[in-house]
């Protein structure tokens, strides 16, 4: 391993340097009681000093004893809000004498730099990778902000009771799909970041920083921080036989006991930063020349979702958690190859009632006598 | 420093609708109808496979996923018929000969034509299961020496819901094609069957352990009949239904056409039995 150490003031430097590449800065920043992502303009903006409490249907702030940069766990919000947008007008028409007419040119992509993603969220978007790309037919939407954007990734140093990144693979380490990496160190008397490059652009944005490398100590320090935080994950998701367990649950009794909590509010699709399903609403001016194609996110807990002539093919609650649950963990397997969950735990957090993924897994495991937990 | 564009440069197609301009309108029975299209600007021929789908856009209305249900060899012109069943349909019959709609496509897989030479052929219909399932018909009779028995089965509500009355007529009198239709509710002068179109599977000319079956109908329909066709011989992986689901790009992203594993706009809308039969049996996926 290799790496530079960055001291904090030297973060304002990373900020001026991507505002000079025409990078627009997305971090964490606090807003309405939860750190979300927004727009940054400097590393005042960040959450210094805020961490997180999370439980099933519980998220608060609360304040450090330190001056962290990056010492919550995760909010809402992760990178998709901007990848790939809750609202976007995909086209607009005019009327024509030959019908209709779509200009071809458009606004160029942004480019973001996104600071703060965490393992759990880097591997959410390599999950949309292959969603939006590939596929026959590329999103062009996500396709322009993903080629645009720069990643600077925060390894976690402290987890919360809701993260399971450790039994899907996916965290809490940042391992591979970024540009650069952070790691915030804060001991008795320093408070510094260990900074490690994770492709060719991050190496060149390095080299014009001119930072010293760490010390083997510093380096050791930033992994042993890592290990630390695996260690605080006590919540498992097992994924051994996951796909035929609920393939083969379908009709099992306990989905109608789930749907007995649940209120299809869609909260968990929302928060959920693999989650890619929307919708289009085709709307017109009011005289009707110009007409324009809004796509928006859509959750499969509403009862439009599903609807064809003659009603929604998923009427119950419990259907629909069926089939957010089976996709997230089974069906996501056959169509992108891997599971449509990184075990960040979002869904339990933000879920008004607290209905917990692992818990209800657990529930069709037991009863199919494959528990695996110990 | 990457250098900055003031336009893209990634096309949004095939997300953008283009203008075909309606050629004819035809009132097929009491809600449904067919339009036939052509690009409103150039001569550009449409092609596509039998069972494939456009994505219909009505200017300021909406987008709708409808199957194309004319002849795949002549690609002069496109053909959809549509039932009036919702907000778009009822816009899309309001319009009249000129009029323009936003066509994308063709999307989705198609009815297995090519696979199934040599085989005899059995098309089974309920209602405006008729109008994907025509492409195939014509593909089929366009090569009539490539294939044995021809059978098509189709089903109707009513004598006065019965779809491409003419045609059905003409396919009726050629001694190469077998044609059986049946109502669920017989009214006025109607002197033929009464009853469920899975009743005709029983008696229908064709050799069950060398047929490709094509089913298209309500899902209940397509369940029963597949069921039956089995039990006369026919092997599940040659039977095939055409599956619908809730569609707003047609090209994989939105999610909202999901049938278990499958996404109906791609890995569909034409399925072997074989592969969704235990789909097919489960409610509300």
């Not at chain 1, 699709?269 to 809004?294: H, I, K, Q, Y």
């Not at chain 2, 709609?101 to 989705?108: A, E, H, T, W």
């Not at chain 2, 014509?138 to 491409?164: C, F, Q």
């Amino acid at each position: 391993m290799q790496g530079y150490r960055l001291e904090p003031s030297g973060l304002e430097q990373v900020f001026e340097k991507l505002k000079s590449q025409s990078y627009e800065i997305i971090g964490p920043k606090l807003k309405d009681d939860a750190i979300v992502y927004d727009r940054l303009t400097r590393v005042k903006d960040l959450p210094i000093g805020l961490t997180d409490e999370q439980g099933p249907g519980y998220y608060r702030l609360k304040k450090r004893n330190d001056d962290a940069y990056f010492g919550y766990v995760l909010g809402p919000q992760s990178v998709k809000h901007y990848l790939h947008p809750p609202v976007f007008s995909l086209w607009q028409a005019k009327r024509t004498e030959d019908g209709f007419a779509i200009p071809k040119e458009r606004e160029s992509a942004p480019r973001y730099a996104f600071i703060g993603v965490r393992a759990c969220e880097l591997n959410a978007i390599l999950i949309q990778d292959k969603v939006f790309l590939d596929s026959d037919y590329q999103d062009p939407v996500y396709l322009e902000r993903r080629k645009n954007a720069f990643i600077l990734a925060v390894n976690c140093t402290q987890a919360a009771p809701t993260c399971f990144c450790s039994s899907l693979g996916t965290g809490p380490k940042v391992e591979a799909g970024f540009d650069l990496l952070l790691t915030e160190l804060i001991n008795e008397t320093e408070h510094y970041f260990v900074l490690e490059t994770g492709s060719e652009k991050g190496q060149v944005f390095v080299k014009d920083v001119n930072l010293p490398a760490a010390s083997e100590a510093e380096l050791e320090a930033a992994q042993n921080r890592v290990k630390a935080t695996e260690e605080q994950i006590s919540k498992k998701l097992p994924t051994e036989g996951i796909k035929d367990l609920l393939y083969a649950s379908y009709e099992h009794p306990h989905w109608d006991e789930i749907a007995e909590r649940c209120l299809s509010c869609g909260n968990c699709t929302m928060v959920c930063p693999t989650c890619f399903c929307t919708t289009v609403d085709d709307v017109t001016s009011l005289t009707g020349d110009t007409a324009e194609r809004v796509r928006r996110w859509d959750s499969c807990f509403t009862s439009d979702f599903s609807y064809i002539h003659g009603g929604s093919v998923r009427p119950s609650s419990k259907s629909r958690y069926r089939q957010w649950m089976t996709h997230k963990l089974a069906s996501w397997q056959d169509q992108f190859g891997s599971l449509g969950c990184v075990g960040c735990g979002r869904c339990i957090s933000w879920c008004p009632v607290g209905i917990d993924i692992t818990a209800e897994l657990e529930v069709f495991r037991q009863e199919r006598g494959q528990s695996e937990s110990n | 420093m990457e250098p900055l564009h003031s336009t893209s440069q990634v096309p949004m197609l095939p997300m953008q609708p283009e203008p075909y301009r309606i050629e004819r309108v035809h009132k097929d029975t009491g809600d449904t109808f067919t339009l036939e299209l052509k690009p409103a600007a150039g001569n550009a021929g449409f092609a596509f496979k039998p069972g494939q789908f456009n994505m219909l856009y009505v200017f300021g209305v909406g987008e709708i996923p409808i199957s194309i249900s004319g002849d795949p060899e002549d690609t002069a012109s496109l053909i959809h018929t549509t039932r009036e069943v919702g907000t778009v349909t009822r816009a899309m019959r309001a319009l009249k000969q000129a009029d323009v709609l936003g066509i994308r496509g063709p999307f989705g897989s198609s009815w297995p034509v090519l696979e199934a030479k040599d085989q005899d052929i059995v098309l089974v219909a309920g209602g405006i299961g008729l109008a994907p399932l025509r492409p195939a018909l014509y593909h089929v009779m366009n090569h009539r020496s490539d294939y044995g028995k021809v059978v098509l089965l189709y089903g109707a509500r009513t004598p006065e819901d019965i779809l491409y009355k003419k045609e059905l007529a003409q396919w009726r009198s050629k001694f190469d094609l077998d044609v059986f239709v049946t109502v669920d509710r017989a009214t006025g002068n109607w002197q033929g069957n009464v009853g469920f179109v899975t009743q005709l599977i029983k008696r229908a000319p064709f050799e069950a352990r060398n047929t490709t079956a094509m089913i298209c109908g309500p899902e209940v329909m397509m369940r029963f009949t597949a069921q039956e066709l089995i039990k006369r011989g026919v092997a599940k992986e040659q039977v095939f239904v055409s599956m619908e689901r809730n569609m707003k790009c047609g090209i994989g992203l939105c999610g909202h056409c999901q049938y278990g594993p499958h996404f109906i706009c791609k890995d569909g809308p034409v399925f072997s039995y074989a592969e969704i039969a235990w789909l097919l049996n489960l409610w509300e996926v």
